[in-house]
């Protein structure tokens, strides 16, 4: 019996002294395995970790290409800004830190705060942004209590500063953040999250040249994550710098001329499509994208109702009231249903199937041919010109003259306008083209919309002899040393579909609509210099076949018509043309006429004599 006692507690002793052993085993499996993990898979990570707490890596933000006008007057720099972040690694108790910090510096820390719980999920060791340009005064009180601020970190950015302010916003543009789309869309291979990168106008447009090569720093820090030397230094390469074909003194004029009005003024070189000016009104300060705007501005900014944020230059459209008979002349001399001789009766309005469309002066034009019907503007002999050609053929010359389809100016969001044709409205709305429609778009109403960028590609055609150029706002770009990267060279997109001869008379009566009494733009001529242009007063509403004619004064601002003017200058020697487009400014002759007089005198010196 005892040997069989002594047997099973020998066997069960075994049994405990084995279990034990693969116990033992097994756990020292798993320590090996991880050692081995730690040692050999994850080691370089854990060693760049540990360096981490004594050495640090930190990006060199690039400085952006500065922006210049075409005389050099510097428009666009950078302006050292501020940051302050925070590595929690190195703060020990983020939260705490923050609190100090945003008692320091007399600012809410629930921003701060969540602003750190948004970076949870980066690695401890990295900074996370706090406050950007934040004041010297307060760098200052950071900088004095560092001892109590551990981790809280002070870098010097470069912000960009708009100088001109608002002036040219809607040409220059501005700067935003960068997204993660646009950071995961592969676009912008060099930029990182917080980046702020071209939004709008040339900002956007140009961006692969402004932003430059990002570089980078090797520096040793101490216990409380402050810098006590820097090891490696790669140097960030600037942008490049962007000359625009803007001539800032025009520009500053145009704008001042706008200040109480909605609308916009552009002018450009006829003779290659560099534009010289680009106003718009009401305009936006693009500093204050970069700044930091608060929720309550940018709906005040958005919600404008006269669209502040819209480049009505090439945004905006319109229909192009009488300056539309540019367009009529040049189809009915080309088909031919009318001559240079032709003369037709203005009785003050034309009877049309059982409507009577009206001439603008109630009177009558009584006789007149083509030369003098447009610089009087008579819309009863352009109702007559229209009704002959038919809304197709008056279409088919309106697009050759560069209108219904974007210019190709650089500049994002280009709007296309509208040129109807009898098919584009049964398409549209299912019912076929009424003849009496045509009468209302062959003197700029109806259907018709363009923008202000096309009636000046107009007008710049007709005044060079007929070349359309694609509008340019830039004219050069050099490399931060000043040496040549690119020139913008004119671009011909084709020519007006007239001949030369038939473009005589058109310019000739332009130059009459401006210089012979009766003009309607009479009152705006430029003794000594021949500016020629053309009026127009588009509608907003219809007005009531037998309504009395109304007084301006009368009228509720929002249904007063739109005014226009397009004109160039010399009229021998071309060197500058403008379009004027006033919203809800009433007649072309005395709501945009003038202004574009201030900017032909100012352009070609007349002004300083």
């Given at each position: 019996m005892k040997t069989y006692l002594h047997t099973v507690s020998g066997d069960w002793y075994r049994r405990r002294v084995s279990g034990a052993l693969v116990l033992v085993v097994a756990a020292f499996l798993i320590l090996l395995g991880r050692l081995y993990y730690l040692q050999v898979i994850e080691g370089p990570e854990l060693v760049r970790q540990s360096q981490s707490n004594w050495f640090r890596t930190q990006g060199i933000p690039p400085m952006r290409g500065l922006i210049f006008d075409r005389n050099g007057v510097l428009l666009v720099d950078n302006r050292p800004a501020f940051d302050v972040s925070i590595v929690p690694r190195e703060a020990k108790n983020p939260e705490e830190v923050i609190h100090k910090l945003a008692e320091l510096i007399d600012v809410a820390p629930e921003p701060l705060l969540t602003r750190l719980v948004q970076a949870r999920r980066l690695p401890s060791f990295?900074?996370?942004l706090l406050e950007t340009d934040v004041s010297r005064d307060n760098v200052a009180i950071i900088e004095a209590h560092n001892l109590e601020l551990p981790g809280v970190l002070v870098t010097v950015e470069p912000k960009r500063?708009?100088?001109?302010?608002?002036?040219?916003?809607?040409?220059?543009?501005?700067?935003?953040?960068?997204s993660r789309e646009e950071l995961s869309g592969g676009a912008f291979p060099d930029n990182r999250a917080g980046d702020f990168i071209g939004k709008f106008g040339v900002e956007k447009a140009f961006e692969s040249y402004f932003h430059g090569r990002r570089g980078w720093q090797q520096v040793e820090v101490n216990a409380f994550g402050r810098v006590t030397r820097a090891l490696k230094t790669e140097e960030a390469l600037p942008g490049n710098n962007i000359h625009l074909s803007l001539d800032i003194e025009l520009q500053r004029?145009?704008?001042?001329?706008?200040?109480?009005?909605?609308?916009?003024?552009?002018?450009?070189?006829?003779?290659?499509?560099?534009v010289l000016a680009m106003a718009g009104s009401p305009a936006f300060d693009p500093n204050a994208f970069v700044e930091g705007m608060t929720y309550q501005s940018w709906d005040e900014l958005i919600s404008n109702p006269f669209r502040a944020m819209e480049n009505k230059a090439i945004q905006g459209q319109y229909p192009p009231g009488s300056t539309y008979k540019i367009v009529a002349a040049i189809a009915g001399l080309e088909e031919e249903v009318i001559s240079p001789h032709t003369k037709l009766f203005c009785p003050g309005q034309y009877r049309y199937g059982n409507r009577t469309f009206r001439c603008w002066k109630r009177r009558g034009h009584g006789f007149m041919n083509l030369e003098q019907a447009l610089a009087q503007s008579c819309d009863v002999y352009f109702y007559q010109v229209g009704e002959k050609l038919g809304v197709d053929r008056l279409a088919k010359y309106a697009k050759a003259c560069g209108l219904g389809s974007p210019t190709g100016i650089e500049l994002d969001k280009e709007a296309k306008g509208l040129v109807p044709t009898s098919v584009w409205k049964l398409s549209?709305?299912?019912v076929p083209w009424q003849g009496g429609e045509t009468l209302s778009v062959v003197i700029g109403q109806g259907f018709n919309l363009v923008t202000p960028m096309q009636m000046l590609g107009l007008i710049s055609a007709v005044a060079n002899g007929g070349i359309l150029y694609k509008p340019l706002v830039v004219r050069r770009i050099e490399s931060p040393d000043g040496s040549f990267v690119k020139e913008q060279e004119p671009v011909p997109l084709g020519k007006l579909p007239v001949s030369q001869q038939r473009l005589h008379l058109i310019r000739k009566s332009l130059y009459n609509a401006v210089n012979k009494p009766g003009g309607t733009a009479w009152g705006s001529r430029i003794p000594g210099i021949g500016m020629a242009g053309k009026t127009g007063t588009a509608q907003v509403v219809g007005m009531p076949e037998d309504d009395e004619e109304t007084s301006d004064e009368n009228k509720i601002l929002r249904f007063r018509d739109h005014a226009w003017f397009i004109a160039y200058a010399p009229a021998k020697d071309p060197q500058i043309a403008v379009v004027v487009l006033i919203e809800h400014g009433g007649h072309g002759s005395s709501g945009a006429a003038p202004l574009a007089k201030k900017i032909v005198e100012k352009y070609l010196g007349i002004d300083d004599l």
């Open positions: 990295k900074p996370i500063h708009y100088i001109e302010g608002a002036r040219a916003s809607h040409l220059i543009g501005y700067l935003g953040e960068i004029l145009a704008e001042s001329l706008l200040a109480d009005k909605v609308g916009t003024v552009v002018a450009m070189d006829p003779s290659n499509g560099h549209r709305v299912g």
